[in-house]
């Protein structure tokens, strides 16, 4: 290798005058959100009552619902997460699955660490509310239309 040849830097820090790199906190729910809902057992993330009433306030997007992101003083993302489970599901796997990958997926695609992940298991669902479907003959007979 010449001496005159460039050699990029192996990180992206190591380079303070280009400026910095932010990342929305909305963006790092968008990802704990997805990262939640690959899980598994999982039926839904946030939407309950306290994120309704809060996003009819705040204006938060829709895919910040259920996650809360801060950023703790060594500059790690601290983050709570409220989710829905399936009936049936073991919680504790669960959450603590939610957590690794969590945990997993920010760091990877920001590159700052994680410093916690606090899961709040808010419901329970059975598969097919998930699903959106009804539930077979447990389910109200549909009315006929009147007009």
Same mark, same amino acid.
């Given at each position: ?6 050699? %990029? %830097?192996?990180? @992206?820090?190591?380079? %303070?005058? &280009? ?15 997805? #990262? #939640? &809902? ?16 809060? /996003? ?5 997007? #829709? ?5 809360? $992101?801060?950023?703790?003083? *060594?500059?790690?993302?601290?983050? /709570?997460?409220? @989710? ?5 599901? /073991? ?6 699955? $939610? ?18 992940? *606090?899961? !709040? !298991?808010?419901?329970?669902?059975? =598969? ?5 479907? *009804?539930?077979?003959? *447990?389910?109200?007979?549909?009315? =006929?239309?009147?007009?």
């Amino acid at each position: 290798m010449q001496a005159s040849e460039f050699v %990029p %830097p192996t990180r @992206i820090d190591d380079q %303070p005058e &280009l400026g910095e790199i932010k990342i929305n906190h909305a963006v790092v729910a968008s990802i704990v959100r997805l #990262a #939640a &809902l690959q899980i598994k057992g999982v039926a839904a993330v946030g939407g309950g009552l306290v994120d309704g009433i809060s /996003e009819l306030f705040s204006k938060r997007e #829709a895919d910040a619902r259920g996650v809360r $992101v801060s950023e703790t003083s *060594d500059e790690s993302y601290s983050i /709570e997460l409220r @989710i829905a489970i399936l009936y049936g599901t /073991e919680i504790g796997k669960t959450a603590y699955d $939610v957590q690794l990958a969590v945990r997993k997926q920010v760091m990877a695609m920001t590159g700052k660490d994680v410093a916690k992940v *606090d899961v !709040i !298991i808010e419901g329970v669902r059975l =598969p097919s509310d998930a699903q959106g479907k *009804d539930r077979g003959e *447990d389910a109200w007979p549909e009315a =006929p239309a009147t007009d």
